[in-house]
């Protein structure tokens, strides 16, 4: 059956908490998490989408009952964009990775999504001969652009603008202007640029570390610059990244582990991505507050960690259970 949201979903959006996690933060270095799974939608792709949305309309490019949004997408993209069109009208299609996790698939048959799996990577490739993920999508659309449109998150600025608009200020906002390091994890690049461009203008003295997959990685939301080319709209604003970290999957899911155990937050792999990159830039500093993007939580996750070994049935259950900051979702995950 499939679940539609009402049209006032899109009020939720932003806003998210800033957390400080107290078992990693000392009394001179600050770690703060923000909770981007307090979208309705589940993840920080909820801004995005909104934005890309709202832009087409404003073009004349989407017509209610008439316009079917296609996307590439690993997942949480494909969530936001499916919940937030299906709320407003639109039909969706969305091309994805069969090797996404099937709770993430199931979520979007069950918002309305016709899906088109494909063979490649976590993360549809940009770059000549690897985007399989991309050419289909826009194999599909190009021949009915009276009919699709493809917003293209890899290229669309609308996908900047978000977090320049959004995501900084509320930062910038929640930390007093205290905030001195900016993390987050690198996909199409919206939200490291957006978020510290905004930041920058605020102040020059921030440093902001981009957070990259290991190659052949687990990561869901997350590439690899070796193994695919930055999208356009990353190579536009790379120079705001001062520091690169390449997260592991072994690193990754220790980290989300860590979380569940010290501070009883249940995040998907990407967060535990970025809890690692924090970690580390923190053993390097004397003070200062670090402001991580946790994009999503782990609820999409259980048979990935499961086969993983990073929790047992058992502990899964149990870590869902005890979790803290656990948000209420626009749509079902049964």
Excluded at 2 to 22: F, K, Y
Aim: aromatic share 8%.
């Amino acid at each position: 059956m499939t679940a539609v949201a009402s049209p006032d979903v899109v009020q939720r959006i932003g806003q998210t908490p800033l957390v400080e996690l107290r078992s990693f933060s000392t009394k001179n270095v600050k770690m703060y998490a923000k909770l981007e799974w307090h979208n309705p939608f589940g993840s920080v792709k909820d801004r995005a989408a909104y934005w890309m949305i709202k832009d087409a309309e404003k073009r004349g490019i989407l017509k209610k009952d008439k316009s079917i949004i296609i996307e590439p997408t690993s997942g949480n993209t494909g969530i936001a964009l499916t919940g937030i069109a299906s709320a407003l009208g639109y039909k969706v299609e969305i091309v994805i990775p069969e090797k996404v996790s099937e709770e993430t698939k199931n979520i979007l048959r069950h918002l309305g999504a016709t899906l088109h799996e494909t063979s490649d990577d976590l993360c549809p490739r940009v770059g000549s001969g690897t985007d399989q993920s991309i050419a289909l999508a826009k194999a599909i659309s190009k021949p009915r652009p009276d009919i699709y449109y493809m917003p293209n998150q890899y290229e669309n600025d609308a996908n900047f603008l978000a977090h320049y608009e959004s995501t900084g200020p509320e930062i910038w906002k929640q930390t007093n202007g205290t905030v001195t390091h900016f993390l987050a994890g690198c996909g199409t690049g919206g939200t490291i640029t957006g978020t510290a461009t905004y930041l920058k203008e605020k102040s020059k003295s921030i440093k902001v570390v981009a957070v990259q997959a290991q190659k052949n990685h687990l990561l869901q939301g997350l590439r690899n610059f070796e193994e695919s080319a930055m999208p356009d709209l990353f190579k536009k604003r790379q120079s705001v990244v001062d520091e690169w970290f390449t997260a592991t999957n072994k690193g990754s899911f220790d980290a989300a582990r860590l979380l569940a155990e010290k501070e009883r937050l249940l995040v998907g792999p990407s967060s535990g991505s970025v809890m690692e990159s924090m970690l580390a830039t923190a053993q390097k500093m004397d003070s200062g507050v670090l402001v991580g993007i946790f994009a999503d939580d782990g609820r999409k996750f259980k048979s990935l960690y499961v086969r993983e070994g990073v929790f047992t049935e058992q502990e899964y259950d149990r870590a869902l259970k005890n979790a803290k900051h656990m948000s209420s979702l626009a749509y079902s995950l049964s």
